[in-house]
């Protein structure tokens, strides 16, 4: 089972506006009990948008705050990975989107060996990537089939725990007309590609 909560611009998580102590290393306590039994249950952070240049100081302190100490020395919280949204970087970003993914997850490994006193090995197996698919929200970014080809190549030589991607439901082409031309859509890629080729170069 795996929980995702995070907010947007303007409407941070209902988790934001919470007493010291009591954010999501609280959150995450509750299902401890349970991750100890059931081999379904796993805490895994989302580590939010990342960024070549590793997550901002706020997301970082964030982590560290309600996590290490709030949630793992407190309500002993076993972390078992974080996972990096590797997309939607911003306009200046102007490059190749398979480089910024692994950018960034070299940015934030040194991250997280700081927050969780990691080795360095640790960190990778405790770290994974999930990259935006085809056309993204942002203008100028498209991740390629050779993108993704590029992570999967990468987070098998550092053993990252897993890649994935945002969303299975966008793995396919577009059919003609569709808006995906222009912006991101929901249930297509708007890159060529065959059904399932996302997939494919993911799992190697």
Not at 93 to 100: A, E, H, I, K
Not at 102 to 107: F, G, K, V
Not at 126 to 147: K, Q, R
Not at 179 to 187: G, L, R
Request: with cysteine.
């Amino acid at each position: 089972m795996r929980l995702l909560v995070q907010g947007s611009a303007g409407h941070p998580p209902i988790l934001a506006a919470r007493p010291p102590g009591t954010g999501r290393g609280f959150f995450f306590a509750a299902t401890q009990p349970h991750a100890r039994t059931k081999p379904a249950i796993r805490t895994q952070p989302s580590g939010g948008p990342a960024a070549p240049e590793g997550q901002d100081r706020a997301a970082v302190e964030d982590l560290a705050g309600d996590l290490a100490r709030a949630g793992a020395n407190t309500h002993d919280v076993q972390v078992s990975t974080v996972n990096l949204m590797t997309m939607n970087y911003g306009e200046s970003y102007t490059g190749g989107m398979g480089d910024y993914a692994l950018t960034s997850a070299e940015a934030a490994h040194t991250q997280l060996k700081k927050v969780f006193g990691l080795s360095d090995a640790a960190a990778w197996r405790g770290m994974a990537l999930t990259s935006m698919i085809g056309v993204h929200d942002v203008a100028g970014e498209t991740f390629t089939l050779s993108d993704a080809a590029q992570v999967r190549k990468f987070a098998g030589r550092k053993e990252i725990a897993w890649v994935s991607m945002w969303s299975a439901f966008r793995d396919r082409r577009c059919e003609k007309g569709d808006s995906a031309s222009d912006d991101a859509a929901t249930d297509c890629s708007g890159v060529k590609q065959s059904t399932g080729a996302f997939a494919q170069a993911f799992a190697g």
